[in-house]
């Protein structure tokens, strides 16, 4: 998944709150890599919430490497992966996560739930 300058990366979850890390390279023009960064927060009901935003200039896109997002309630909750470029929402990924339950990306995997132990 390379986001570009019209693409972001947005979570929505239908109830509850989530927790998010993603670790991420940013690249500019010369395809120059930057150090690896990461970025956190929380996640609220309904709303759509910019993990990764479009990329802006000298910056041209992100690479995301990993990312998690933890389900910290008491109760299931539908996590939706999604890409926008402002016209347009496109489905990643949809998974239904359990109380404590973790959804994991790996830049080589793609999208995977962890199981509660």
Known sequence: M??????RLEVQI???SADYTFDYIAYNANNEP????????????????????????PIVRFDPLAGFIYNRGTASIVCKIKTDDGTTERMQYQKTLEAGGTL???KNIGWFREAVV
């Open 2 to 7: 390379i986001l570009d300058t019209t693409t």
């Open 14 to 16: 239908d109830t509850g």
């Open 34 to 57: 930057s150090l690896p960064s990461t970025v956190r927060g929380v996640i609220s009901a309904s709303a759509d919430v910019t993990v990764l935003p479009i990329p802006v200039s």
């Open 104 to 106: 994991q990306y790996n």
